[in-house]
């Protein structure tokens, strides 16, 4: 009789705990700062949604920017990289880009978006704190 090991069987049961774990875990510390994100869920199921929080961006220039899907908002009045005029991080008026319509972005949707402007500049300035 031959005795074998079902590591497909096992590596599955691994992943499925794992991402029932981070869900729980995600739900129950709320929006935090991601080390890394986990993708066990979706190789249990290739149909489950992908839970990203906002990526908080950073320029070479101090300029600040928050993604969020398709959703990009400029926290400065200009360039924070090689781009003319250079910006002053925070200053007004912030620019807000959707960037499945404007990749290179260039418009700013700000006044036709105000709830996604309001909602982006909000966790932008939660995650920022005081100075």
Same mark, same amino acid.
């Given at each position: 009789?031959r005795h074998?090991?079902?590591?497909?069987? /096992?590596? !599955?049961? *691994?992943?499925?705990?794992?991402?029932?774990l981070h %869900? %729980?875990? =995600?739900?129950?510390?709320?929006?935090?700062? !991601?080390?890394?994100?986990?993708?066990?869920?979706?190789?249990?199921?290739?149909?489950?949604? =992908?839970?990203?929080?906002?990526?908080?961006? /950073?320029?070479?220039?101090?300029?600040?920017?928050?993604?969020?899907?398709?959703?990009?908002? *400029?926290?400065? #009045?200009?360039?924070?990289?090689?781009?003319?005029?250079?910006?002053?991080?925070?200053?007004?008026?912030?620019? &807000? !880009?959707?960037? =499945?319509?404007?990749?290179?972005?260039?418009?700013?949707?700000?006044?036709? #978006?105000?709830? !996604?402007?309001?909602?982006?500049?909000?966790? &932008?300035?939660?995650?920022?704190?005081?100075?």
């Amino acid at each position: 009789m031959r005795h074998g090991v079902d590591w497909l069987g /096992h590596f !599955v049961t *691994i992943f499925w705990a794992s991402a029932w774990l981070h %869900r %729980r875990s =995600s739900r129950a510390l709320g929006r935090s700062a !991601v080390q890394g994100i986990l993708f066990a869920s979706l190789l249990v199921d290739p149909q489950s949604e =992908s839970v990203r929080p906002p990526l908080i961006c /950073h320029s070479s220039g101090g300029m600040f920017a928050i993604r969020d899907g398709q959703w990009k908002l *400029i926290a400065g #009045n200009g360039s924070g990289g090689r781009e003319q005029p250079k910006g002053k991080p925070f200053s007004e008026p912030w620019m &807000l !880009v959707d960037l =499945s319509e404007d990749p290179g972005e260039k418009k700013n949707v700000a006044d036709e #978006n105000p709830i !996604v402007f309001e909602r982006l500049k909000k966790t &932008l300035l939660e995650i920022k704190g005081d100075d």
